[in-house]
T-cell receptor, first 115, second 118 residues
Framework: QQQVKQSPQSLIVQKGGISIINCAYE??????FPWYQQFPGKGPALLIA?????SEKKEGRFTISFNKSAKQFSLHIMDSQPGDSATYFC??????????????FGTGTLLAVQP | GAVVSQHPSRVICKSGTSVKIECRSL??????MFWYRQFPKKSLMLMAT?????????EQGVEKDKFLINHASLTLSTLTVTSAHPEDSSFYIC??????????????FGPGTRLLVL
């Protein structure tokens, strides 16, 4: 119940195309869903995050779509660029009385954007 | 804002020695810091959670006597790998949360430390 399932494992997209990465969860107590981007040898960087009371959030070329009833959320990268080539992780957060919030990470998607 | 640093970025040590990794939040006070381990082409595995001034909470299967965590201040946490062995070789990443004005759940990650034990 604590898992976050992520797909696909890898993705190849042409420059200018749309990259779509999907995640699903079981635990309805999750209330915060961030996406992180990680380049080789670097730490993850926060891209965008959403809460379950919103169905969509857009920041620049990055959009999260959230389906609460299906317990699914996805990341859309519009106009994908070679510089977007990285590993993307979805995550979900479950709080413990406001003291600490552990992130449960998906398995990651390796995105390659071809020029 | 929300910059987290780690030191060192890379470390090579001999088997049996101890290695200390520092994690600092440079421009905010982190109420909570987290330590992760990541194997090549794998996801992040949470090792422990620490709050300033209190003992760290370790995840199941993580040896607390081997991975010593100290959270001495709101801007500094350290991870010490004691009596390191080759199987401890990995990429260790810290994160910090608690940025004032931001979502309390948001974790900001450091750049990671590559540990190689010979």
């Amino acid at each position: 119940q604590q898992q976050v399932k992520q797909s696909p494992q890898s993705l190849i997209v042409q420059k200018g195309g749309i990259s779509i990465i999907n995640c699903a969860y079981e635990n309805t107590a999750f209330d915060y869903f961030p996406w992180y981007q990680q380049f080789p040898g670097k730490g993850p960087a926060l891209l965008i995050a959403i809460r379950p009371d919103v169905s969509e959030k857009k920041e620049g070329r990055f959009t999260i779509s959230f389906n609460k009833s299906a317990k699914q959320f996805s990341l859309h990268i519009m106009d994908s660029q070679p510089g977007d080539s990285a590993t993307y992780f979805c995550a979900a957060s479950i709080g413990y009385g406001g003291a600490t919030n552990k992130l449960i990470f998906g398995t990651g998607t390796l995105l390659a954007v071809q020029p | 804002g929300a910059v987290v640093s780690q030191h060192p970025s890379r470390v090579i040590c001999k088997s049996g020695t101890s290695v200390k990794i520092e994690c600092r939040s440079l421009d905010f006070q982190a109420t909570t810091m987290f330590w992760y381990r990541q194997f090549p082409k794998k996801s992040l595995m949470l090792m422990a959670t620490s709050n300033e001034g209190s003992k760290a909470t370790y995840e199941q299967g993580v040896e607390k006597d081997k991975f010593l965590i100290n959270h001495a201040s709101l801007t500094l946490s350290t991870l010490t790998v004691t009596s390191a062995h080759p199987e401890d070789s990995s990429f260790y990443i810290c994160s910090a949360s608690g940025l004032a004005g931001g979502p309390r759940e948001t974790q900001y990650f450091g750049p990671g430390t590559r540990l190689l034990v010979l």
